[in-house]
């Protein structure tokens, strides 16, 4: 992602206004809130979903998840039918 400024921030489904720290390979998103349970969603625009870079990390990423479950899978199998 090219732009950190383009994200929605929201806690408890309230859009809050925030500040981003350029950290050079990174960025640190501030904004203040009462400390207690809370959530928080950082969702970036529909149109970084035309992204190279986000269409290679979401394919990384579901592939990742696959071979985990199925890694997981295949490990209970082995290990019940061992028993």
Do not use: C
């Not at 203040?32 to 990390?57: C, F, G, R, W």
């Amino acid at each position: 992602m090219s732009d950190p400024t383009i994200l929605n921030v929201y806690l408890d489904a309230n859009q809050l206004e925030y500040t981003v720290t350029d950290l050079t390979d990174s960025w640190q998103l501030y904004f203040t809130y009462k400390h207690s349970k809370h959530t928080v969603l950082i969702a970036m625009p529909q149109a970084i979903e035309n992204d190279p870079i986000y269409k290679e990390t979401t394919v990384t990423i579901v592939t990742s998840a696959a071979l985990a479950v199925v890694g997981v899978g295949l490990l209970t199998y082995f290990k019940k039918r061992k028993n």
